[in-house]
C-alpha cells in the first residue's frame, strides 16, 4: 500500500527541511576538514588532491544551499547562515597526523 504525500503536508516539509540542513551540515563540515588538512599533504601533488576535494565539497554545499532555498522560501544567505550555526553548536573535530 503507497501513501500519497501532498506539499503541504507539514510532517513531509519538516522532513525535507531537516534532510536538507544535515546535508548543507555535512557538505560544509566535510569541505573545512578537508581545508584544515591541506597543511599536513606531504607535497604538492598532495595539496592539489585536497584543495580539489575541498572545492568540490564547496561546489556540492552550494547546490544544497540552494535547492534548500528554493524548497523553503529562505534567503540563501539565511540558510548558510543556519548551516554555520549548526556546525558551530556541533564542530567537527579538526584534521591532525
Given amino acids: 500500500m503507497t501513501t ?5 503536508d507539514a510532517r ?4 525535507v527541511d531537516r534532510l536538507l540542513q544535515g546535508q548543507a551540515y555535512r557538505e560544509l563540515g566535510a569541505a573545512r576538514l578537508f581545508e584544515g ?3 599536513l599533504a606531504p607535497d604538492e601533488r598532495g595539496r592539489r588532491l585536497i584543495t580539489a576535494h575541498a572545492a ?10 540552494a535547492v534548500w532555498s528554493r524548497f523553503s522560501g529562505v534567503s540563501t544567505t539565511e540558510i548558510e547562515a543556519r548551516a554555520e550555526e549548526r556546525l558551530s553548536r556541533h564542530p567537527l573535530p579538526p584534521a591532525s597526523s
Avoid: W
Fill in 4 to 8: 500519497a504525500v501532498t506539499a503541504d
Fill in 12 to 15: 513531509y516539509l519538516q522532513t
Fill in 37 to 39: 588538512g591541506l597543511s
Fill in 56 to 65: 568540490e565539497e564547496r561546489a556540492h554545499y552550494g547546490a544544497v544551499v
